[in-house]
T-cell receptor, first 113, second 116 residues
């Protein structure tokens, strides 16, 4: 069945470091891909998305490119800030009205000042 | 415009009791999803409602049930509560557009259920 595998955390980085959180998916067809972020004590919110191969989603300095050949959607940021400390979820959603939305297990990111 | 609202924010029950959680989607959204988030990390899919019907269900026992009302709000019921049901229950809504499921999910802040 469909699945999403993302990098296990926790990930701890210093401020201004480069961030990569890996995400790979398995799916029938071509799903839409999302990164959601959950800040401490809050609900989830969409960070960025890509709906077809080679699309690049970007927001708040974060980027992720939909790579069909490697079935990946890795999240990157060139210079992280303390305020980026949160849990990040990679999500796939199939192109079908009956599709479930598949969440990765989440990666907790902590940024040291 | 109001976002997804959930109530209650916190709920404390004892084993064997029943819990009812409520969710109001964003105006115009017809789909409601329920997720369980235990241990502060992974989300487990519970239920998906669209246009008043249950569209999909996760791997949870039948004592987890719900419904969607004509105004698209939704209720999650958990019967015969067990200690391991303690979790944050998140509701999300989206605007379904035929079969094109490319839409964003909008999440509420969640209802934290504690079972003693």
């Amino acid at each position: 069945g469909d699945s999403v595998t993302q990098m296990e955390g926790p990930v701890t980085l210093s401020e201004e470091a480069f961030l990569t959180i890996n995400c790979t998916y398995t799916a029938t067809g071509y799903p839409s891909l999302f990164w959601y972020v959950q800040y401490p004590g809050e609900g989830l919110q969409l960070l960025l998305k890509a709906t077809k191969a080679d699309d690049k989603g970007s927001n708040k300095g974060f980027e992720a490119t939909y790579r069909k050949e490697t079935t990946s959607f890795h999240l990157e940021k060139g210079s992280v800030q303390v305020s980026d400390s949160a849990v990040y979820f990679c999500v796939s959603r199939g192109y079908s009205s009956a599709s479930k939305i598949i969440f990765g297990s989440g990666t907790r990111l902590s940024i040291r000042p | 415009e109001a976002g997804v609202t959930q109530s209650p924010t916190h709920l404390i029950k004892t084993r064997g009791q029943q819990a009812t959680l409520r969710c109001s989607p964003i105006s115009g959204h017809t789909s409601v999803y329920w997720y369980q988030q235990a241990l502060g990390l992974g989300l487990q899919f519970l239920l998906w409602y669209d246009e008043g019907e249950e569209r999909n269900r996760g791997n949870f026992p039948p004592r987890f049930s719900g419904r969607q009302f004509p105004n698209y709000s939704s209720e999650l019921n958990v019967n015969a509560l067990e200690l391991e049901d303690s979790a944050l229950y998140l509701c999300a809504s989206s605007l379904e557009s035929g079969g094109a499921n490319t839409g964003e999910l909008f999440f509420g802040e969640g209802s934290r259920l504690t079972v003693l």
